[in-house]
């Protein structure tokens, strides 16, 4: 196929490699053109703007910053929706506003277009060994059309409902990440004062009842003292943002994922927000150590 890609970076330069390795021909686009030197070394097309890359195009995925980035790349002068061809499929993959995801199929609709919105979950470890969660929302025709691209990119891959179903989803599954994280690194935390050995810990109770993607991942680099970002803070802030705002639309309380959002904003106060999520040990760790 040909496909067009925008947003090439911690997670979507790997996605895009493997859809480029996979055979199928690329045009990418990225505000700092420089993160997109791999992909154009296996041959993908540099393109200066999102309508250029999305012109002429089978299917377009998008995987940016923040939903005022996807509302810039499907709507603007220069966007996706600008030059798109009917017929074609745009799939947004940044985890965004699911009321956002559905106004993007809707105006994609009236092109002749159809949308999937597709976020995903597997870091950046996830990206790199094709082995994403990726939770889709939008029609059956295109899942099914764009599900082979999907294959090459993730390991689980489920059509949960019509567009916005797979921000909803998303937005799950970061509620569930906040209780994990805190969960790990209280452990980890509790476990290094008790003078543990924080890597033969992570052995035992990674292996039973406690254990977790979170754990055993987040919780290895925790123990190597290594804060860099899979995932950054500050993309994490946004999304428990948007999750903690649809809560308050369907008049529900989230005390749990309230709190964790209350250290994350601690970490961030710290200069931590371009660290990864399981920084959050830090910011613990530091407010236990003034208590």
Not at 119 to 138: K, Y
Not at 261 to 271: D, H, I, K, L, S
Request: aromatic content about 6%.
């Amino acid at each position: 196929m040909k496909i067009g890609w925008i947003g090439t970076g911690i997670m979507g330069s790997s996605m895009c490699s493997h859809l480029i390795d996979a055979g199928h021909e690329s045009a990418v686009y990225n505000r700092s053109v420089k993160k997109t030197d791999p992909l154009t070394a296996k041959g993908a097309v540099l393109t200066a703007n999102p309508a250029e890359a999305a012109r002429g195009r089978d299917v377009v995925f998008s995987i940016v910053g923040y939903p005022s980035d996807v509302e810039e790349i499907y709507f603007g002068e220069k966007g996706i929706l600008a030059a798109v061809d009917p017929g074609t499929i745009v799939v947004d993959m940044t985890t965004s506003s699911p009321d956002l995801a559905i106004r993007i199929a809707g105006a994609a609709k009236e092109k002749g277009v159809l949308a999937l919105d597709a976020p995903v979950s597997g870091g950046d470890v996830g990206a790199r060994e094709a082995r994403l969660a990726i939770m889709v929302g939008g029609e059956a025709e295109a899942f099914d059309r764009v599900k082979p691209l999907f294959d090459v990119m993730g390991k689980t891959i489920a059509l949960l409902g019509p567009a916005g179903s797979g921000q909803h989803t998303k937005m799950a599954n970061q509620i569930a990440i906040a209780g994990t994280m805190i969960g790990t690194v209280e452990a980890l935390l509790y476990a290094r004062r008790a003078g543990l050995d924080l890597n033969a810990l992570i052995d035992v109770i990674g292996s039973g009842a406690a254990g977790s993607w979170t754990i055993n991942n987040l919780g290895r680099r925790i123990a190597g003292d290594d804060f860099n970002p899979g995932f950054m803070i500050m993309h994490y802030m946004k999304d428990m943002g948007i999750a903690l705002a649809e809560a308050k639309r369907m008049n529900l309380a989230l005390p749990g994922l309230a709190l964790v959002e209350t250290f994350y904003r601690a970490a961030v106060g710290r200069g931590m927000e371009r660290n990864g999520t399981q920084a959050l040990f830090n910011v613990l760790d530091s407010l236990n150590a003034q208590s």
